[in-house]
């Protein structure tokens, strides 16, 4: 059996998984096809989300944006949300930044060898 929190395999026996604490139960009624099958859809309300995995908004990413191209206290605070695991959506985008300087690094580094 396998937790529907997590999805980590659990005991036969087991009455909480030991990997999130989730309360198991051995009702024989609940079939683990209706948790992991195509049926299978969760929702969680917006206000039992952590903050850590609180989605950000169209908004934040447009003022992700404009910070992040403030030459140099942009480049800080890039460094800054690259690392910060207060939340994993802003410290992806911030990561996503990083990629893209690479690719401007690596064109710029093409176009400086070429010449």
């Known amino acids: 059996m396998y937790c529907i929190k997590c999805g980590k395999l659990l005991d036969e026996n087991a009455s909480f998984c030991t ?13 683990q096809s209706d948790y992991f099958g195509a049926n299978s859809f969760s929702y969680t309300p917006i206000d039992q989300i952590p903050t850590r995995y609180m989605p950000l908004g169209a908004w934040s990413y447009f003022w992700l944006n ?33 990629c893209i300087y690479v690719i401007y690094a690596i064109i710029a580094l093409l176009f400086i060898g070429a010449r």
């Open 66 to 98: 404009v910070l992040f191209s403030i030459p140099f206290v942009g480049f800080i605070f890039l460094i800054i949300f690259s690392f910060s695991n207060s939340n994993i959506n802003r410290r992806n985008f911030a990561r996503s930044y990083w």
């Open 19 to 31: 990997s999130c604490g989730a309360k198991y139960s051995h009702d024989s009624s609940t079939n």
